[in-house]
């Protein structure tokens, strides 16, 4: 009884620990989830346009700081720290970021507004070539997570950032596979059947399975590092 009523205290406890961070990722971003929540009843398409445009302007400012520091946290937890006070340390993460995660969202926000406009113009001409494009914005998303997560886990100049990541969404395509097929599964299922997890749970999970992913190629580019020193 006592080893059942300790394991179902470690459930509540990752439960209050994922919730809470979710629910400050909502909060720092209102304005975007605000939107967001609009663009899922919009049914016409100038609207949509007009949403996403919006999003696009506010998301440098607050989508990748917050994100940024719920990263941040994340990365505590996945290196074995889940005691880390969660308020504080993603107000202390998100403002210690803030600057840098503006600038790298004002460039990976340019990256996904030319992929898109690029990805909806030939979508209407071949579908090999939209195909193509396709694969280009899952990478876009793996290099998105790596320039975060990379933010987050290592102190390096801005544009020595960039390329790092760049280069760590290159490798190791299983784990690539496993982060995407991952990412994309939380997110149907959230959409799809279980709405709930939308403000409690979405943006902490998918924080996990990227930063895992990214953590995962790192250690094996520091082993492989050591061996070939060695």
Do not use: C
Not at 15 to 25: F, K
Not at 110 to 125: G, N, P, R
Not at 172 to 197: A, D, E, H, M, R
């Amino acid at each position: 009884m006592g080893n059942m009523m300790s394991g179902l205290n470690r459930i509540f406890e990752w439960i209050m620990r994922l919730s809470v961070i979710n629910v400050l990722w909502i909060a720092f971003n209102l304005p975007i989830s605000y939107l967001l929540l609009t663009l899922l009843l919009a049914d016409d398409s100038s609207v949509m346009i007009m949403i996403l445009m919006t999003i696009a302007a506010l998301a440098p400012f607050l989508l990748f700081p917050a994100t940024t520091a719920a990263f941040a946290v994340v990365r505590k937890w996945v290196m074995g720290d889940p005691d880390v006070p969660l308020f504080k340390s993603f107000w202390g993460f998100y403002k210690e970021n803030y600057v840098r995660s503006l600038v790298g969202g004002l460039l990976f926000t340019l990256f996904w507004i030319i992929w898109a406009v690029d990805f909806y113009y030939f979508s209407q001409i071949n579908i090999m070539i939209s195909s193509v494009f396709l694969a280009a914005g899952l990478f876009l998303i793996l290099f998105t997570f790596s320039f975060i997560s990379n933010t987050v886990h290592t102190v390096l100049p801005f544009w020595q950032s960039v390329k790092n990541s760049f280069f760590i969404s290159l490798v190791y395509p299983f784990t690539n596979i496993l982060t995407i097929v991952g990412v994309g599964v939380i997110l149907y299922v959230s959409l799809s059947t279980f709405t709930f997890l939308l403000p409690f749970f979405t943006v902490s999970i998918i924080s996990i399975i990227a930063f895992t992913g990214y953590y995962q190629k790192m250690s094996k580019i520091v082993d492989n590092k050591k061996a070939t020193n060695e």
